[in-house]
C-alpha cells in the first residue's frame, strides 16, 4: 500500500502523462480559476502543481545521491 496522498497520486499521473511542462499549466490553470471566482478551484490545482513539483525535486535528489546526475 502506497504512503502517498490522494494529490501525490494524482500529481504522479499528470506528470507521467504529460511531463514537466503541466506544473506551468497547472499553475496558470489555477490563476485563471482565481480570476474566474474560484478560489477553491484555484487552491486545489495549486495544491496539485505543488505536489508534482516537490515530486519532482526528490527525484532530483535522490538521482543526485545516486550519481545519476
Known sequence: ?????L???LALKIL????IEAIWRLHVAAAE???DGCP????????????AEEVLLRAKERATELGIT
Request: hydrophobic content about 35%; cysteine-free; proline content about 0%.
Open 1 to 5: 500500500m502506497s504512503d502517498r496522498t
Open 7 to 9: 494529490t501525490e497520486e
Open 16 to 19: 507521467a502523462n504529460e511531463g
Open 33 to 35: 480559476a482565481h480570476r
Open 40 to 51: 477553491s478551484v484555484a487552491a486545489s490545482v495549486t495544491e496539485i502543481a505543488e505536489a
